[in-house]
């Protein structure tokens, strides 16, 4: 229902609608040089489970909404104008996260990831047909001769520091696994602490080692824990068995390859110590993205132009535009997010900064264009 209220507001701006194979939806207004390579705005309108309302959909709309202001004072752009919503950037359902635009891209054979299986059993090709989202174009079809993503920052940085605009300009590497702990199960209560094979105690450990290597960095490197299952999951049974997932984020990629071997250093010695087995199986690595600097420093001055103070920043989440700079140059503005609350309902972002924020993309896009 989302996609086709955006698929018809689309329509409702005079942009032609289509869609590709892996969901993706563009909105393409035809003006210019028609046949010149089009300039792209958007983002994506999935979410989390018990997410925000900004995350994703901001930059989506607030790009629908320059195409209108750009139509509604009758100015035309030199070259097309493409706005994206692109498919699963979440990746919650289906993994990997920035599926659409990665497979848009050419990450990704699209093949493969309408194979993608989700958590709930379901094959992405599948539900894509079932609802009526797979389209006839190849991903990849219209290759955007620049791209622009506005977003929340999803961080306290910016306001934190009180400045309304971020110039991005790079994005975290990401490396995700899945770690696999077998231990033996035994009795909570007869069975001697030297004496125990217990892949909770060792999945703990991992914790706790990802914790404090990422506290003791000065770098900006990241760690996260944020799944966890333990098998039998009873409370008087030691677990046989424990299945997490680690997130590594770093937007240096020699320090991201480091913390991985580090990490996989690690596994293999607590595998010795406590007597446990230990598999793991990676799920998703992007390498950092650094972005165009022409690109940067045009969000910076049309920033200053509207005297809005700008930073340069990097993205500690991932975004489409890191897989779009793959074709073409990139970039990202940011604006603030309430207490740096996000991928969660509590996500705000005030009604002025979303508003700055827009006319700021829609200022760009004129000086990328020439609009007049």
């Known amino acids: 229902m989302g996609r086709e209220a955006v698929a018809g507001w689309m329509r409702e701006a005079g942009l032609e609608v289509m869609r590709d194979r892996i969901g993706n939806l563009f909105g393409l207004w035809r003006v210019g040089a028609a046949q010149a390579a089009p300039l792209m705005l958007g983002s ?15 930059g989506v709309l607030a790009a629908l909404e320059v195409v209108e202001a750009l139509r509604a004072a009758g100015l035309a752009p030199e070259r097309p104008l493409l706005v994206a919503a ?33 958590t709930d059993g379901t094959v ?11 389209g ?3 991903p990849g079809f219209l290759r955007p001769w620049a791209y622009l993503e506005l977003h929340i920052e999803q961080g306290p940085i910016l306001a934190h520091e009180g400045v309304p605009i971020g110039a991005v300009e790079n994005l975290q590497g990401i490396s995700w696994q899945r770690v696999t702990i077998e231990g033996v199960a035994n009795h909570a209560g007869t069975t001697p602490m030297a004496l125990r094979q217990d892949a909770g105690h060792a999945a703990a450990r ?3 080692f990802l914790r404090e290597r990422a506290a003791r960095d000065a770098a ?15 409370i008087n049974v030691i677990p046989s068995r424990a299945v997490f997932t ?8 020699a320090r991201l390859r480091a913390a991985e071997e580090e990490l996989a250093r690690f596994l293999e010695t607590l595998a010795a110590e406590e007597g446990v087995s230990i598999s793991t199986e990676h799920l998703a690595r992007f390498e950092p993205v650094v972005f165009d600097p022409v690109l940067v420093a045009t969000i910076e001055d049309a920033a200053a132009a509207r005297g809005l103070r700008a930073r340069r920043m990097t993205s500690g989440a991932g975004h489409d535009a890191q897989m779009i700079a793959r074709l073409c140059p990139a970039a990202m503005i940011f604006v603030p997010s309430r207490d740096g609350i996000s991928h969660n309902p509590r996500e705000y972002t005030a009604p002025a900064a979303l508003e ?12 990328l264009t020439a609009t007049g």
């Open 44 to 58: 994506h309108i999935d979410t989390v489970i018990n997410a925000g309302i900004y995350d994703g959909c901001y």
């Open 86 to 118: 692109f498919t699963n950037e979440e990746g919650v359902r289906y993994a990997p996260d920035m599926m659409g635009s990665l497979v848009y891209a050419g990450g990704l054979d699209v093949a493969a990831a309408l194979a993608t299986i989700g």
């Open 124 to 134: 992405l090709g599948e539900e894509l047909a079932r609802t009526g989202q797979a």
């Open 136 to 138: 006839p174009h190849e």
């Open 206 to 208: 991992v914790v706790t």
């Open 220 to 234: 900006p490197a990241v760690a996260t824990v944020g799944c966890m299952a333990f098998t039998p999951n009873a």
């Open 246 to 253: 680690v997130d590594l984020r770093d937007p240096d990629a």
């Open 356 to 367: 700055a924020g827009a006319n700021l993309l829609l200022d760009v896009s004129r000086r």
